[in-house]
């Protein structure tokens, strides 16, 4: 093999995979397999995964089964959170809106009066 084809068969292996998306049942398949098997390593290169996301969703399991450290938050936690978060973000943008409106409509209230 030349130096070239050396390069191009570098970039193909080492590119990024595009990120992808797993539904909590796939996850929880996962999980099950990880128990059963009990190596997140061998269930990981079985499922072509990453042992860090799958670690990942095994420790959250345990959190949502009450089995996690004190204070992690549950799924359905992390959820309403991200919610709220979003809610809260909203309410602000439109608190400033309505003060940006106040200061104008104050001031065109000054300008006819004089």
């Given at each position: 093999?030349?130096?070239?084809?050396?390069?191009?068969?570098?970039?193909?292996?080492?590119?990024?995979?595009?990120?992808?998306?797993?539904?909590?049942?796939?996850k929880?398949?996962?999980?099950?397999?990880?128990?059963?098997v009990g190596?997140?390593?061998?269930?990981?290169r079985?499922?072509?995964?990453?042992?860090?996301?799958?670690?990942?969703?095994?420790k959250?399991s345990e959190?949502?089964a009450?089995e996690?450290?004190?204070?992690?938050?549950?799924?359905?936690e992390k959820?309403?959170l991200?919610?709220?978060?979003?809610?809260?973000?909203?309410l602000?943008?439109e608190?400033?809106?309505?003060?940006k409106?106040?200061?104008?409509?104050?001031?065109?209230?000054d300008?006819?009066?004089?």
């Amino acid at each position: 093999m030349d130096t070239q084809s050396v390069r191009k068969h570098k970039d193909v292996y080492m590119s990024k995979r595009r990120r992808r998306k797993f539904t909590a049942e796939q996850k929880a398949d996962a999980v099950r397999l990880v128990r059963e098997v009990g190596s997140i390593a061998q269930v990981a290169r079985d499922l072509d995964l990453t042992p860090t996301a799958l670690s990942r969703w095994v420790k959250q399991s345990e959190i949502d089964a009450g089995e996690g450290p004190e204070g992690a938050l549950t799924t359905a936690e992390k959820a309403e959170l991200r919610q709220l978060r979003r809610e809260n973000r909203t309410l602000k943008m439109e608190r400033d809106f309505l003060k940006k409106a106040a200061v104008f409509f104050a001031k065109d209230q000054d300008q006819s009066s004089s």
